[in-house]
Nanobody, 125 residues
Framework: QVQLVESGGGLVQAGGSLRLSCAASGRSFSAYQMGWFRQAPGKEREFVAT????????AYADSVKGRFTISRDTAKNTVYLQMNSLKPEDTAVYYC??????????????????WGQGTQVTVSS
């Protein structure tokens, strides 16, 4: 079992930056693939970024490539999402997710077992 708590959301102007954090508690954080997803009002939850268990492999949604960076700090049991050049269409609730895996990264919501409560990101134009 792992518990996830996101932080770092807020209101930012278009072109600005935010860094989201996801603190994990529980056992064996280093054995989990970690992902970020987002959900805008009236839309389905969508994949944003993911990082494998040792940080050696990452994947991004096309809409955020080159602007967002996912990273993890095993010593702090934390995964980060650095978001630069934010756009109004990035506005959503951002969720951290985890799955026990030493294999290839997974980008579907159904592949993740544990979810945080979400943090709101609002980008004004």
């Amino acid at each position: 079992q792992v518990q996830l708590v996101e932080s770092g959301g807020g209101l930012v102007q278009a072109g600005g930056s935010l860094r989201l954090s996801c603190a994990a508690s529980g056992r064996s954080f280093s054995a989990y693939q970690m992902g970020w997803f987002r959900q805008a009002p009236g839309k389905e939850r969508e994949f944003v970024a993911t990082i494998n268990w040792n940080g050696g492999s990452t994947a991004y949604a096309d809409s955020v490539k080159g602007r967002f960076t996912i990273s993890r700090d095993t010593a702090k049991n934390t995964v980060y999402l650095q978001m630069n050049s934010l756009k109004p269409e990035d506005t959503a609730v951002y969720y951290c997710a985890a799955r026990w895996s030493f294999g290839s990264v997974v980008v579907s919501t159904t592949g993740y077992n544990y979810w945080g409560q979400g943090t709101q990101v609002t980008v004004s134009s």
